[in-house]
Structure formats: C-alpha cells, structure tokens
C-alpha cells in the first residue's frame, strides 16, 4: 500500500503512524526527505486532511467522546483552543478562591489548587494582572480555611504522581 499522501496540505510526504505511549494517542510521523520530515497528532493530520489546509496554533482537534485514540473523522472536530482546555476542566472538580490580590471569586482545579497547597502556595491570583501584585501575602479568608481544612483531612493531600 502506498502510504504517500496524494491531497491535502501535506501532499507528497509518505506517512508513519506511531504510538505516542506517554500521550497514549497516534502521531502520523510525515517524511518527505533527509531533511523535510514532521510529527504531529493523528488527528490533526485527519482534520488537516479534511479541512484541506494546515491548522493554525490556536486551533486544536476535540475528540467528541473524549477518548483520544479514537481518531475517526466521525469523532473529531475542530475547536479554538480555549474551548477545548475548558471542556477538559469541566469534568474536574473544581475549588471557589478569592484573589488575594482584587478579591474577586474565581475557580480552579482543586487538583491544580491542592498541589500549589502542598507546594506551599499560600495565596491565589485570579489573573496575570494581579500574579503581578507583590502585597503582604497573607493568606486569604478562603485559603486559609482550605488549609485547615486538609491539615484536618477532610480534603486529601495530593498525592506524589
Ligand atoms: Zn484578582
């Protein structure tokens, strides 16, 4: 079988399909030469193929049923990046902060927020704007509760991955 791509904004580069054991997904390596060769998510080499034309950094390929060795065209569709990120968030857990900087509610991770805990992390910033704020650094009302809360055990300490 010949495995050289005839269409598409690869066209003429052969095409190897290799198991990304760490990402647990398919990676079409595409070879053209020596020198012109590049790797890139099965996926993305599917929705390229489709769309006709490479995609843009900010352009990521969602798995519809969230399991990502399942590459069918029927299964993948295109998303801005942000969007994806955030379906991924949505099925986690997440813990209500203040910002120790303007005070405002915000949302993280508790995975995310556990971990900076444990780190020693003692205040949370809702924004880059704020991350840039250097005050007293005292521990916010929330965070505070947070970690009595974990020095009790009611919320599990993260463990080492
Ligand atoms: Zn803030």
Redesign the pocket.
């Known amino acids: 079988m010949d495995r050289t791509l005839r269409s598409g904004p690869f066209v003429g580069y052969r095409v190897y399909r290799v198991w990304h054991k760490a990402e647990g997904r398919w990676y079409a390596q595409l070879v053209k030469s020596e020198t012109d060769r590049t790797t890139l998510q099965w996926a993305r080499l599917m929705m390229s193929q489709r769309l006709g034309r490479r995609l843009g950094p900010n352009e990521t390929v969602d798995h519809q049923d969230n399991n990502k060795t399942n590459d069918r065209h029927s299964n993948l569709q295109i998303m801005p990046r942000a969007e994806n990120s955030s379906k991924g968030r949505a099925r986690e857990p997440m813990t209500e902060l203040q910002?120790?900087?303007?005070?405002?509610i915000?949302m993280r991770a508790t995975r995310d927020v556990r971990f900076r805990l444990c780190r020693g992390q003692q205040t949370f910033?809702?924004?880059k704007?704020?991350?840039g704020?250097l005050g007293a650094g005292g521990t916010t009302g929330v965070v505070a509760g947070l970690i009595s809360r974990m020095k009790q055990g009611s919320i599990p300490l993260a463990r080492n991955p």
């Open positions: 910002c120790a900087c303007c005070g405002k915000f910033r809702c924004s704007a704020c991350a704020w």
